[in-house]
């Protein structure tokens, strides 16, 4: 009986990952754009300050700072900058 069991599970776990597979796949590709998108909006808004704008959120982006340097060199590879554009920030 236990065996049985665990074909049906395995079977559903199949059947599901393909459902997941064929209903999101062509969706796949829009969503990370966005995600991506999302993403560079709040790496601006972040280093808004550093790029000699005035940050209305500044007090509460300057926390996020030191979590997205980490991602800083694709972000303004992506911008289209080939070098960083602050003096402080050496990433390339």
């Not at 969706?27 to 000699?52: C, N, P, Q």
Request: negative net charge.
């Amino acid at each position: 009986m236990a065996d049985i069991m665990k074909r049906l599970h395995h079977a559903h776990d199949m059947v599901s990952a393909w459902l997941d597979q064929y209903y999101n796949a062509p969706y796949r590709s829009a969503v990370g754009r966005e995600a991506r998108s999302h993403r560079d909006i709040i790496m601006t808004t972040v280093f808004l300050e550093s790029l000699g704008l005035p940050n209305p959120a500044h007090y509460y982006t300057l926390e996020l700072m030191p979590l997205m340097i980490q991602d800083f060199h694709d972000w303004h590879r992506r911008m289209g900058m080939d070098h960083s554009p602050f003096d402080h920030i050496r990433c390339c």
